[in-house]
């Protein structure tokens, strides 16, 4: 069964990201939409006391219209503020204001997050889009890990960040092959291929180095570096003391690698799997992989596409089910509202819509219209049904090439099966 701490915190960042995108999307009429960011240490009537100012301050606004929506978001956020004493442990943000829907349609929404982190920051803003970067921020992975593949004629070099590998350059040499021109002397010739790797070396040390170094809070986020390529090349590259004294100090190992350009990044990756086993990348890559290899046997235990998942839970044959993090769409409950008619049916969710923007037409029975009675994300859904059988539920980004696999091939939703059942 599903570890239940990493699922929640997999979950609640699903949902965050989730919720910002929502938010993002969102557009008001002029500087309506109003962002309130509230510390963990402010004082509530510090904050409506600015507010009641605000709103009194909103009779200098000249469109009607605008004056009208803005004293009415600082209005819905003063009714929510009355529910706190104090902001809660990690602080608040609301999100408040007339914001447009599809046609002419307009609607009043305020949505309240509490942050995965505390903030650090209070900020009162209007604007006609709501000030996201600073919990965006808290989207970003709190630890990385530097990349490097080299041989003698080529380097390359990255970063690993949670999921995604992200390239940043590379080098190539100008170290002449083993076989001497003639001419030339087996010694000098060794010699001047020498002072050549010698110097391809202290490049890519340097260049390295100074990515690496440049990355933000250096000391507190880059927790290692891997280091890939054929031997003697790694090996003569690490005891040289190429790197930058702090970079070489965060080694954690040298690595087998075939490939020693941008392709050689996901392969030092893989190679480090042991070095790396507590990475999200490297579990979800993991799953992925025997996901993959049993759907090329011929009597492997891998499903995918929704129905199928779906019969393979109602039975109890799903181990492992994989869900990517991408998918955004929704189960509804829909019934009619004349005669005993109900359906289920899974729509998708593009960031912005909502399910009043889907017509769910009419009863095929009696021609009535059709009313929502219940909208469950998917994710929440198939997980409940898989938590009814003990199944694994395992959230998978696509920010690595399996992971995108998964979303783009197989429409986000597999499972690695405990037995085959046919379907």
């Known amino acids: 069964m599903t570890d239940p701490v990493e699922m929640d915190e997999a979950r609640k960042r699903y949902e965050f990201k989730k919720t910002l995108e929502k938010l993002e999307a969102q557009e008001g009429d002029g500087t309506e939409l109003i962002t309130l960011y509230i510390p963990p240490d402010k004082q509530i009537y510090d904050v409506t006391g600015q507010l009641k100012d605000e709103f009194g301050q909103c009779a200098n606004i000249k469109s009607k219209q605008t004056r009208t929506n803005v004293q009415s978001a600082?209005?819905?956020?003063?009714?929510?503020?009355?529910?706190?004493?104090?902001?809660?442990?990690?602080?608040?943000?609301?999100?408040?204001?007339?914001?447009?829907?599809?046609?002419?349609?307009?609607?009043?929404?305020?949505?309240?997050?509490e942050p995965p982190e505390p903030l650090n920051l209070y900020m009162y803003r209007c604007s006609s889009n709501f000030e996201?970067?600073?919990?965006?921020?808290?989207?970003?992975?709190?630890?990385?890990?530097?990349?490097?593949?080299?041989?003698?004629?080529?380097?390359?070099?990255?970063?690993?960040?949670?999921?995604?590998?992200?390239?940043?350059?590379?080098?190539?040499?100008?170290?002449?092959?083993?076989?001497?021109?003639?001419?030339?002397?087996?010694a000098r010739f060794g010699r001047l291929r020498e002072i050549a790797i010698n110097e391809f070396y202290t490049k890519v040390g340097e260049r390295s180095s100074a990515i690496f170094l440049a990355e933000k809070n250096f000391f507190e986020r880059f927790k290692g570096l891997l280091i890939g390529g054929p031997s003697p090349t790694k090996e003569e590259f690490e005891d040289g003391n190429f790197l930058h004294h702090e970079v070489q100090k965060k080694i954690i190992g040298l690595f087998d690698v075939a490939y020693t350009n941008e392709d050689g990044l996901p392969e030092l990756v893989d190679a480090a799997k042991d070095a790396l086993s507590g990475m999200a990348v490297v579990k979800e890559k993991s799953f992925m992989d025997r996901f993959l290899k049993e759907l090329v046997k011929d009597n492997g235990l891998a499903a995918y596409g929704e129905d199928s998942i779906r019969k393979n839970l109602e039975v109890g044959a799903v181990d492992i089910l994989l869900l990517s993090s991408n998918l955004r769409k929704s189960r509804l409950k829909i019934k009619c509202q004349s005669c005993d008619y109900t359906d289920e049916r899974t729509v998708s969710m593009p960031v912005g819509t909502t399910v009043r923007d889907i017509d769910l037409g009419t009863c095929p029975k009696c021609t009535a219209p059709l009313v929502l009675e219940e909208e469950i994300d998917i994710i929440d859904e198939l997980a409940k049904l898989a938590d009814?059988?003990?199944?694994?539920?395992?959230?998978?980004?696509?920010?690595?090439?399996?992971?995108?696999?998964?979303?783009?091939?197989?429409?986000?939703?597999?499972?690695?099966?405990?037995?085959?059942?046919?379907?």
């Open 74 to 113: 600082i209005s819905s956020i003063l009714s929510r503020l009355k529910y706190y004493k104090r902001p809660p442990e990690k602080g608040m943000a609301v999100f408040c204001g007339t914001v447009k829907l599809y046609g002419d349609r307009t609607d009043l929404q305020c949505t309240v997050i």
């Open 132 to 186: 996201l970067e600073p919990l965006k921020q808290m989207l970003e992975e709190k630890f990385v890990y530097g990349l490097l593949v080299l041989d003698r004629r080529e380097a390359y070099w990255g970063f690993l960040r949670g999921n995604r590998i992200e390239p940043m350059g590379g080098a190539t040499s100008t170290v002449p092959g083993k076989q001497r021109k003639g001419g030339q002397s087996a």
């Open 388 to 423: 009814q059988s003990s199944a694994k539920v395992e959230l998978i980004s696509d920010d690595f090439e399996e992971g995108s696999i998964l979303y783009s091939a197989f429409g986000g939703i597999a499972a690695i099966l405990r037995y085959r059942t046919g379907y």
